[in-house]
């Protein structure tokens, strides 16, 4: 057997350390889950560095986030998910129904991270043969561009045929048209209705479909400039080893796929032995083999889910962990909880991360030439009034601050076409003046903020 090649994901290089830092640029606070799921991702990494005998016992640590509405957990696992460059997938618990019943099966969530992974190696295949193609594609752009040449003249064409290299490397020949065969492949347009849907029939009826109608192709004129684009997608296409791409996609799949299942705790039944519940708890018997470790069919082969990171999330307000399944708690050890937010942490959220809210209002208001500012006071009466509408109607973390701050820029936002050049700084006084009576009218703010 030939030695499997190691090809970590990026992420997976860096230490625990360095995965939370990286968290620390988009998350405020919830150190404890983040330093769960940055030990959850080394921890892939140190399994491959393990003898092969034992690299397959070690199963990995499943994590269970738990914390209430708004509070990062959706955001932990997607920030994660750029990370680690892996194959990542992440999906509701509530998609699913038991198998029998109309709806998505629990396999597809396998079928899909298959999917995701294919078209990852595929996009890194693509790059690497890329100047390989390049080189390929400017050959045949030269033979469209030469002209056929005449009988017993043969003898000069190399010459003429780099002093056309030399115009085309240098762009002067973008606009000049070409001539080429152009396949597609066509197939009628046929509608299917089925209980299972279009994932199901996505499984062959594709390439099914291929095999029954034909490539066509045909003569089209084009531009150099885009004759260049097909000819590259062609000759990538030629160059690529699909069955290489595809192993190399199941190994990453097998060993480095993450699922992130979102809303577990709503597939918890409650009271057992009638009505939906029973479905549900259906739901989590299917779920335990695929966590547990177990082959799924997908149109790519056989998948393995043993080594797969399952993070699930919940807020289990009206559950607990503990009303999953038995065999399913056990194959979550890890706990994490993470804490409601505050008026400090909504200061920070406001202004901290790389993709901080003010910082996008700032960057949209820019495209209008308006340059606003907030005063340090302006983003801390913010925070206090995001906090007071989450205590006084319904606590819903840091989304709270995106209807706050719509409603607040609403008139900004409104005239900022007419507003061009100005400079615009929102001050404590501003906030209050604009969002205090709505503030004080909990009815009012219950449907506006
Ligand atoms: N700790 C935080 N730091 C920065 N931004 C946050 C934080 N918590 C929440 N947000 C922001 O609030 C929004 C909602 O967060 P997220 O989707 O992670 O919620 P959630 O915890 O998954 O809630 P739910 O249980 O409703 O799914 C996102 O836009 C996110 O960027
Ligand atoms: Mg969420």
Do not use: C
């Amino acid at each position: 057997m030939s030695k499997v090649k190691l090809l970590p994901g990026a992420g997976d290089q860096l230490t625990p350390r360095e995965i939370v830092a990286e968290l620390d640029k988009y998350i405020i606070g919830q150190g404890e889950a983040k330093k769960s799921v940055a030990i959850a991702l080394r921890n892939r990494w140190r399994r491959q560095q393990v003898p092969e005998d034992l690299r397959d016992e070690i199963a990995p640590k499943n994590i269970i986030m738990i914390g209430p509405t708004g509070v990062g957990k959706t955001e932990i696992a997607r920030r994660l998910a750029k990370l680690a460059q892996s194959p990542f997938l992440k999906i509701e618990a509530t998609k699913f129904t038991e198998v029998g019943y109309v709806g998505r099966d629990v396999e597809s969530m396998v079928r899909d991270l298959m999917e995701l992974a294919v078209a990852l190696v595929k996009a890194e295949e693509r790059e690497s043969v890329r100047a390989k193609a390049e080189e390929a594609v400017e050959e045949r752009l030269l033979d469209l561009l030469l002209p056929p040449a005449p009988a017993g003249a043969a003898t000069d064409t190399g010459a003429t045929r780099e002093k056309l290299r030399e115009k085309l490397r240098a762009g002067k020949l973008e606009d000049k048209f070409v001539e080429l065969e152009v396949t597609q492949r066509v197939a009628p347009v046929v509608e299917i209705f089925s209980q299972s849907g279009l994932e199901e029939m996505e499984f062959n009826f594709k390439e099914m479909m291929g095999n029954i109608f034909p490539a066509r192709s045909k003569q089209r004129r084009l531009k150099v400039a885009e004759a260049r684009e097909m000819l590259l997608q062609e000759e990538a296409g030629r160059l690529i080893d699909m069955d290489r791409v595809v192993e190399e996609a199941r190994r990453k799949v097998e060993h480095h796929g993450i699922i992130f299942l979102d809303e577990i705790d709503k597939i918890v039944g409650r009271d057992h032995g009638k009505g939906p519940d029973v479905s549900r708890e259906g739901v989590q018997r299917d779920l335990l083999p695929i966590v547990e470790g177990t082959t799924v069919t997908t149109k790519y082969g056989m998948v393995r889910t043993d080594h797969i990171l399952f993070i699930a999330s919940g807020a289990f307000h009206l559950s607990k962990p503990s009303d999953l399944i038995p065999e399913m708690q056990g194959r979550f050890p890890i706990r994490v909880e993470l804490s409601s937010l505050g008026a400090g942490d909504f200061e920070r959220i406001l202004t901290e991360p790389e993709n901080a809210l003010i910082k996008q209002y700032l960057a949209l208001m820019e495209t209008e030439g308006v340059r606003l500012t907030f005063t340090p006071e302006a983003v801390r009466e913010i925070a206090a009034l995001a906090t007071r509408v989450n205590e006084r109607t319904e606590n819903i973390g840091a989304r709270r601050l995106h209807t706050v701050m719509e409603k607040l820029l609403e008139e900004i936002s409104f005239t900022a076409p007419d507003l061009e050049d100005q400079e615009i700084t929102i001050t404590a006084e501003y906030v209050r003046e604009r969002l205090a009576n709505l503030i004080e009218d909990e009815d009012l703010s219950r449907y506006i903020l």
